[in-house]
């Protein structure tokens, strides 16, 4: 079975900007908490999965809601992060 750090997220050079957004009391470990989303995704492929941040846990004071999304391909999962939106 393949491990979960070895598959891929597109544009998830894009989610490590998660600790300019978070502030550093509230940040978890990226690449954890990347497993942890990936491992949803893959259990339930069609699917988004969100990481929320409230407004005081952002370094601007806006809460921030980061999205993946899944489906399934001919090849496996494909797994994406769709970005972060202000809430």
Known sequence: MQSIRNI????????????????????????????????????????????????EMSEDGLGKLFTFTSYQAKDGVQIHYVGVAEE
Do not use: C, G, M
Not at 16 to 35: A, F, I
């Open 8 to 55: 891929p997220v597109y544009r998830r050079e894009n989610f490590l900007d998660y600790t300019k957004e978070v502030l550093p009391t509230y940040q978890r470990n990226v690449e954890d908490l990347l497993d942890n989303i990936v491992a949803s995704l893959i259990d339930s492929p069609d699917s988004y999965q969100h990481v929320r941040v409230s407004n």
